[in-house]
């Protein structure tokens, strides 16, 4: 059965075919940074600096369950795309079914451990006397809610291989207006503080659960999708599950190593204090516009890329690549400036104190600085992943949150102290770009000399 999107992948215009699946998904990744951020901003609007900091301290779990959801996400997508293209419609069903009864899977696995050894947690993500009790009721909220978030994430990624990226857009878009609405509902009104900050995000990913599972049933009634929800597919074939795993592995990788390394830069920072903490976290929202951006338009294209895998056409991947490039960059670029000379009002959002305004208006003048390399990067790792090179795209997705920067901070904060740490983001955003771009070229040139997708 070919399918609408089928046809966008193979026979529409490359900027058509970049458009249809990019901008959807840029959406859906501005969409999820108003996500990320509502938390952050509504606890801000109680002027507790320390409530801010806890939210950024206990911000690797929430990176941590996106990691898992991202891993079945971006893996399911890409061996989907790929088996559409080779038309094979049972393994669709067999990678859908294992994807959505594997999330629910580990999501209860993740609460668990999270929950039983919150304390010791706490203590590595570099929570102290003043934040330990609001890092602990955001972090057992958010691991209770874990196997909601996880399939929302996994599942939302997964229907993006039949090109559903408006579906995928409306489910992120659901459960951040979903959240925004009930955010002040429990910080504000009922004074819940972080807590109710993170029953907020569980329930806006529950409303976008419920959407997904609508529109995967509505299909399947209709035969308009190769996609099932049911679990005797996942039966016939659990081992399949590594598959996926092993593709989606990049996507965990950076997830996990962006929870890891943020949890070494705010134990770095807090021995400047509170305000330090609080300030990097607000930076780091109001700059996450410009990876999220790029990162979005990437994935975005990776189901055409993996679909052209499938079909061995090598030409159309060339043509995307070519075009994508001037877009990741032009966009990085227009973005960065914007976030410079906005910074007072970006800021402002999270912070209240003079002096931690101050301090994180400095900060994004300088992490903004490599914003225009991003695109680069995200595009080299999405490339090798879509062309079935999981190594290399293992390795790309280790380098910038983990070979580069961790060493980084700890060399840089020695060095330089707080703003040592900004540059030190600054300084692995740039070289990790310059690696993944090379890999990515090499990747290419193999794959042009021998006419064929390995």
Known sequence: MQTKQEQLFRDAGVWKAIANLAVPAMISMVVMLLYNMAD???????????????????????????????MLGGGGCVLIAKTLGEKDGDRVKLYSSLCCWGSLLFGIVFAALAVVFADPLLGFLGANEETWQYAKMYLTVLALGAPIMIFTTGFGGIIRAEGAIREGMIANLLSTVTNIILDPVFILVFHLGVGGAAIATVLGNAVGAVYIIFYVKT????????????????????????RVLA???????????????????????AQYGTTA??????????????????????????????????????????????????????????????????SRILISLFLKEPEALALGREM????????PFLGVYYLGSNFLQASGNAPMATLVSTLRQGIFLIPLLYIMNGLFGVKGNILAHIIADITAAA??????LRQYRKLAKNKILC
Do not use: D, H
């Open 364 to 371: 994004i003048s300088m992490l903004v600085l490599s914003g």
């Open 40 to 70: 952050m901003f509504f606890v801000g609007q109680a002027g507790n600096t320390a409530q801010v900091a806890a939210v950024s301290i206990a911000g690797p779990v929430f990176t941590l369950i996106m990691a898992v959801g991202n």
């Open 247 to 269: 593709i989606g592995a990049p996507n965990a990788i950076n997830s996990v190593l962006v929870g890891f390394a943020s949890a070494i830069a705010n134990q770095l920072l």
């Open 435 to 440: 690696v993944a771009a090379v890999l990515a």
């Open 277 to 342: 903490v609080a300030a990097m976290a607000a930076a780091g929202k109001s700059t996450m516009v410009i990876s999220m951006i790029q990162m979005g338009i990437c994935m975005g294209v990776q189901p055409l890329l993996a679909y052209c895998y499938g079909e061995r056409n090598v030409k159309r991947i060339r043509e995307t690549l070519v075009k994508l490039s001037i877009l990741t960059v032009g966009i990085g670029l227009t973005v960065t400036v914007l976030c410079l000379f906005n």
């Open 219 to 242: 299909k399947e009634k209709k035969n308009e999708t190769n996609f099932t929800l049911s679990p005797s597919y996942a039966r016939r074939n659990p081992w399949e599950i590594r």
